[in-house]
């Protein structure tokens, strides 16, 4: 999908389901302030704020920020529609930042200029919290197949069932995402691989990782 396509996309059909781990919450300061990028319609903004942060969310969908922005649930969380390639946060803002599958919506090309522009805005010292879907050997075929749309093997055209277009959603080896975080300045504290369940009910490898501004 491309960034069009995801401002235009409908704010209630955010697609989510990668699992979140709690664990990057250990390596946060008590009140700490965090951002979660490309939060959708506040999914993880809300576990965030629940456990006592200063939360902020962003997403370059104007629709599902403004749902998010008026829900009953959220109020308190500083919600923005913003481009995570160029965002207007500070340098050295946020103590942490969490991303969730938004890498994987992302343009190869484009993926090292968010990861640097969240390396600026945590503070030093500050963590990142990743969650990827992982390359699955026997999808060659989609791959191959879906790469003439993408234009990239282990990008898959995510077809959705209620009308929303279709979106690109990468699926990385965990090599790929070492040699990212760690190009853009990030030092791995944690990289665990466990299974994610998908929307529908299919078991399919993932990717969590916990990085460290160095
Ligand atoms: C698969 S959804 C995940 C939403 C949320 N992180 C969650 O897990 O509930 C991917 C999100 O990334 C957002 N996104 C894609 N490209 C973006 C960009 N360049 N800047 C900000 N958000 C972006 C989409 O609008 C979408 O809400």
């Not at 749902?67 to 959220?74: E, G, I």
């Not at 803002?93 to 968010?114: G, H, M, N, P, Y």
Request: net charge negative.
């Amino acid at each position: 999908m491309t960034y069009q396509e995801w401002k235009q996309s409908s704010g209630n059909k955010v697609i989510a389901s990668s699992p979140f781990s709690e664990k990057i919450f250990d390596f946060i300061p008590e009140s700490g302030r965090v951002l979660d990028l490309g939060s959708g319609d506040g999914r993880i903004s809300q576990v965030i704020q629940k456990h006592g942060f200063e939360t902020y969310g962003m997403d370059i969908n104007p629709t599902a920020i403004n749902l998010a922005k008026t829900q009953p649930d959220l109020v308190g969380i500083a919600f923005s529609v913003q481009d995570a390639k160029a965002t207007t946060y500070e340098d050295a803002f946020f103590d942490a930042v969490i991303e969730q599958a938004v890498l994987a919506c992302v343009e190869k090309s484009d993926r090292t200029t968010v990861l640097t522009e969240v390396h600026r805005i945590l503070k030093s010292g500050g963590v990142f919290s990743i969650a990827e879907f992982g390359f699955e050997e026997s999808l060659h075929e989609r791959y191959e197949h879906d790469a003439l749309l993408s234009g990239e093997y282990g990008t898959v055209v995510v077809k959705s069932d209620d009308g929303m277009k279709p979106f690109r959603s990468h699926h990385f080896r965990s090599e790929e995402l070492d040699t990212l975080v760690q190009d853009a300045g990030f030092e791995i504290i944690q990289s665990t691989h466990p299974n994610f369940s998908t929307r529908s009910g299919h078991t399919h490898p993932g990717h969590q990782y916990i990085v460290r501004k160095v």
